[in-house]
């Protein structure tokens, strides 16, 4: 569900886009120290991957979700 208040127009348009994430190449201590250590080991083990590379399953439900929001919104005109 898209809910969009606007106090000049109603909304005309959606754009739906898809993004994809790459595991950066290098890891950089600083940027993961925040974070608990088993939330950094996948970021170390997969570096330089592709998200779909590393989670397909992931991957095949996320690009699903989003063909069926856009024929859901083609759908509503």
Do not use: C
Request: hydrophobic share 45%; proline share 5%.
């Amino acid at each position: 569900m898209v809910y969009v208040e606007n106090e000049f127009a109603p909304l005309q348009k959606v754009i739906l886009a898809v993004s994809e994430f790459g595991f950066p190449k290098a890891v950089r201590a600083d940027d993961l120290r925040f974070l608990p250590d088993t939330n950094t080991e996948s970021d170390v083990t997969n570096a330089g991957k592709d998200f779909a590379e590393v989670y397909p399953e992931q991957q095949k439900h996320g690009i699903l979700n989003a063909q069926i929001l856009l024929l859901y919104w083609k759908n509503m005109g």
